[in-house]
């Protein structure tokens, strides 16, 4: 696989390595970043040596998987496949989230993997990590309570906030059915436990019963009781329906953009007081912009 080939399917790699800067992992990550995107002989060397010296993989072909993917210039028909690549990073970044970025990736077909270079972007990452850093500013001792993310999609951000936050629930809300399948591997722990529970619900349907949200099922109605905070980072791709249903008093933090050109986004807004004038809320927390390579994202937190 050539390498500029190989730099357009895996660009998520970008993503990752905004993710992991600045943390103890940073130099970890780093290794496999320059081997791989800048094609940096000397870190291609130093990764294999290190893949040499660590604890061998019993299963051959994950192993052959591994030299595969740093190797890939020098095998024109090999096709590095997402599943491989993240598996190296897991092997060699031992961090919490890695192993849950593999499952993730595992969880589907080969053929059927979505955009993960949408996914994993640098600006997706920036966003959230700008979103996690100014949050723990407005909250009481890193205490959010229950937590409903709107638009949650495949809610990347889920993991990031229970690695700062004290949760007790947070309810994963997305239009998408089909998103919970790979929700429930990324995230089994928290699954598990109950902290998460993944709904497939229409945000801009929801009903509220004070600070509850109904959810009517087959079985009869249900509730995320108690709800503490909104989050909902794709206000572009959704009408305004689900924050002009929020009960008075809720705590809500929103996301959005002036990336128009993206077919995706039917509700865009050109800068921040546009914004600002859109989302009234009662009390600001926070307000602020966050400049990507392609657009500009805005935050708001408050009261409604």
């Known amino acids: 696989m050539n390498q500029s080939d190989f730099v357009n399917k895996h660009a998520w790699l970008h993503g990752l390595q905004e993710y992991?800067?600045?943390?103890?992992?940073a130099d970890d990550y780093e290794l496999i970043y320059k081997a791989?995107?800048?094609?940096?002989?000397?870190?291609?060397?130093?990764?294999?040596?290190?893949?040499?010296?660590?604890?061998?993989?019993?299963?051959?072909?994950?192993?052959?998987?591994?030299?595969?993917?740093?190797?890939?210039?020098?095998?024109?028909?090999?096709?590095?496949?997402?599943?491989?690549?993240?598996?190296?990073v897991k092997h060699f970044v031992k961090d919490d989230y890695t192993p849950a970025a593999y499952r993730f990736i595992r969880s589907f077909d080969e053929d059927l993997?979505?955009?993960?270079?949408?996914?994993?972007?640098?600006?997706?990452?920036?966003?959230?990590?700008?979103?996690?850093?100014?949050?723990?500013?407005?909250?009481?001792?890193?205490?959010?309570?229950?937590?409903?993310?709107?638009?949650?999609?495949?809610?990347?951000?889920?993991?990031?906030?229970?690695?700062?936050?004290?949760?007790?629930?947070?309810?994963?809300?997305?239009?998408?059915?089909?998103?919970?399948?790979?929700?429930?591997?990324?995230?089994?722990?928290?699954?598990n436990s109950g902290q998460l529970v993944p709904?497939?619900?229409?945000?801009?349907?929801i009903k509220w019963f004070n600070n509850d949200i109904v959810v009517n099922t087959d079985d009869g109605a249900t509730y995320c009781n108690d709800i503490d905070l909104v989050i909902n980072t794709s206000c572009e791709h959704m009408s305004d329906d689900w924050f002009n249903n929020l009960p008075t008093g809720t705590i809500v933090l929103l996301q959005t953009n002036n990336?128009?050109?993206?077919?995706?986004?039917?509700?865009c807004v050109k800068t921040l007081n546009?914004?600002?004038?859109?989302?009234?809320?009662?009390?600001?927390?926070?307000?602020?912009?966050?400049?990507?390579e392609l657009y500009d994202r805005f935050m708001i937190i408050g009261v409604i």
């Open 20 to 25: 992991f800067v600045d943390t103890k992992y």
């Open 36 to 88: 791989m995107m800048h094609d940096n002989g000397f870190r291609r060397r130093d990764l294999l040596m290190r893949l040499a010296e660590m604890d061998v993989v019993d299963d051959v072909t994950i192993m052959k998987s591994f030299y595969n993917c740093i190797l890939h210039k020098d095998l024109p028909e090999y096709n590095v496949p997402q599943s491989s690549l993240m598996g190296l």
């Open 113 to 191: 993997v979505p955009d993960f270079n949408d996914f994993y972007s640098r600006g997706q990452i920036a966003s959230k990590k700008w979103l996690v850093e100014e949050l723990s500013k407005v909250v009481s001792d890193n205490k959010l309570g229950n937590v409903a993310v709107f638009g949650a999609w495949y809610n990347f951000i889920a993991h990031m906030l229970f690695e700062k936050f004290n949760i007790d629930k947070m309810y994963s809300i997305d239009i998408d059915g089909d998103v919970i399948h790979h929700i429930k591997k990324m995230m089994r722990n928290q699954i």
């Open 199 to 205: 709904i497939t619900l229409d945000a801009s349907t």
């Open 259 to 267: 990336y128009f050109d993206n077919i995706q986004h039917s509700n």
């Open 274 to 292: 546009d914004a600002l004038d859109k989302y009234k809320m009662s009390n600001i927390l926070y307000k602020g912009t966050l400049k990507t």
